[in-house]
């Protein structure tokens, strides 16, 4: 494993890397700006800036107090640069401010593990697997809303995209 992200151009030509002895097993990224946002498999969110390419914060351990977690999987930001993690095995998404400051915790029902989440401008969507398949809809406050699919109608995917045609998002 080579626990970095690499950057490449729109053409494909390598650019650039990010996390070399920083990293371990990366595997959720989001971008804002010029921040590049990072989970790890030890449990860790860790927050990069393209303008310095560096590392500028690294949040997390295991555990479930606010700023911890227990198998970060993937991440969001939304337009003003919060950002939504989904923390699987506290049944949670955290939500932390653009320098990963903890703001909030969106609590899930117990068999409901997050493995992906994204963001439109008024909901939140969470792909949850392992115990009990479905994508939840939220109201970006964490109510919420309906599932838009459930056990039975998915055989496990790892992630998932959000279309919208009609340019709501």
Same mark, same amino acid.
């Given at each position: 494993?080579?626990?970095? %992200?690499?950057? $490449? &151009?729109? /053409?494909?030509?390598? *650019?650039?890397?990010?996390?070399? @002895?920083?990293?371990?097993?990366?595997?959720?990224?989001?971008?804002?700006?010029?921040?590049?946002?990072?989970?790890?498999?030890?449990?860790? %969110?860790?927050? $990069? &800036?393209? /303008?310095?390419?560096? *590392?500028?914060?690294?949040?997390? @351990?295991?555990?479930?107090?606010?700023?911890?977690?227990?198998?970060?999987?993937?991440?969001?930001?939304?337009?003003?640069?919060?950002?939504?993690?989904?923390?699987?095995?506290?049944?949670?998404?955290?939500?932390?401010?653009?320098?990963?400051?903890?703001?909030?915790?969106?609590?899930?029902?117990?068999?409901?593990?997050?493995?992906?989440?994204?963001?439109?401008?008024?909901?939140?969507?969470?792909?949850?697997?392992?115990?009990?398949?479905?994508?939840?809809?939220?109201?970006?406050?964490?109510?919420?809303?309906?599932?838009?699919?459930?056990?039975?109608?998915?055989?496990?995917?790892?992630?998932?995209?959000?279309?919208?045609?009609?340019?709501?998002?």
């Amino acid at each position: 494993l080579n626990h970095r %992200v690499e950057v $490449f &151009s729109e /053409t494909g030509e390598y *650019l650039y890397q990010l996390g070399v @002895g920083q990293l371990y097993i990366p595997y959720g990224i989001a971008i804002h700006g010029d921040s590049v946002y990072v989970s790890c498999g030890d449990d860790t %969110v860790s927050k $990069f &800036s393209l /303008t310095v390419m560096s *590392l500028v914060r690294k949040i997390g @351990g295991g555990g479930s107090n606010d700023g911890q977690f227990k198998w970060p999987r993937q991440l969001t930001t939304d337009s003003t640069g919060r950002v939504f993690i989904a923390d699987t095995y506290n049944y949670r998404i955290c939500i932390h401010d653009p320098n990963l400051n903890h703001l909030y915790n969106i609590t899930l029902e117990s068999m409901s593990q997050p493995t992906d989440v994204k963001i439109s401008r008024d909901h939140l969507y969470v792909l949850c697997l392992i115990i009990n398949p479905c994508i939840l809809v939220l109201a970006l406050e964490g109510d919420k809303l309906h599932s838009l699919i459930t056990r039975g109608d998915m055989s496990y995917p790892r992630f998932f995209f959000c279309l919208d045609p009609l340019n709501n998002f």
